[in-house]
């Protein structure tokens, strides 16, 4: 714990793991979290952006052993020799051969901790979870990457999925600018002053595109 925590710290910044340990300490009285859920069809990709001031390169990574000879500890502390197991792949974004990005697909199914696992078609790609180191933000690193996922998978592949918490809206706001529109809602209410059951929310035709177990 102490490692993964240090990990954070190198790679997120003092603020980012503050905001973790308050969250995780509100979950043990009451705490309200909101999952959104995007959805992105291939045609409806905006691929007008460039990346700012980098010269970022991505490279899919496909296996343990090659993801282990990245200096990288960030994607590490992930579970992925499971992912790897069940075909999942890596991809790594490289400035100057330091990687300062990741993201993930996952072509079968996945399952984010304490909302859901989500059942993917043979045509859904799921896309994430995904980071970019804190000196490397604001300079479109993660629509790029995004972007590099799309043209990566069979074009057999038609929807691209993930989701993203309430707060965060710099993410939001980057899959929104690539073309991903609002599919799910998930609301969980976390504690032991609490017994509400999970909201589910469907929007844009979301309950035909997300097949999700709570």
């Known amino acids: 714990m102490i490692k993964k925590i240090y990990i954070y710290l190198q790679s997120g910044g ?13 979950k043990i009285f009451y705490y309200k979290s909101e999952t959104i859920f995007y959805f992105l069809d291939r045609e409806h990709l905006n691929d007008t952006y460039t ?18 000879k990245i200096d990288f500890d960030r994607i590490k502390v992930l579970n992925h020799r499971k992912w790897f197991e069940k075909g999942s792949l890596a991809i ?14 996952h072509f079968y199914s ?11 078609s043979p045509e859904q790609c799921w896309a994430g ?9 604001g300079k479109k690193i993660n629509q ?16 691209f999925l993930t989701s993203v918490n309430k707060k965060n809206i710099a993410s939001i706001k980057s899959l929104e600018k690539i073309g991903f529109s609002e599919g799910l ?9 609490q ?20």
């Open 14 to 26: 003092f603020l980012e793991v503050a905001k973790y340990a308050f969250i995780g300490v509100k």
């Open 51 to 68: 990346i700012k001031n980098s010269s970022v390169v991505f490279k899919t990574i496909k296996n343990v052993s090659d993801l282990q």
């Open 92 to 105: 790594i974004g490289f400035s100057s051969s330091v990687p300062v990005s990741f993201t993930w697909m």
């Open 110 to 120: 996945h399952c984010i901790s304490g909302v859901c696992t989500i059942k993917l």
């Open 129 to 137: 979870p995904s980071f970019v180191i804190k000196s490397q933000r």
């Open 144 to 159: 790029a990457q995004k972007r590099y996922l799309i043209r990566s998978v069979p074009e057999s592949i038609r929807y």
């Open 185 to 193: 809602r998930i609301i969980r209410y976390h504690g032991i002053f």
């Open 195 to 214: 017994h509400r059951k999970p909201e589910v929310v469907y929007k844009n035709d979301g309950d035909s595109i997300f097949k999700i177990k709570l």
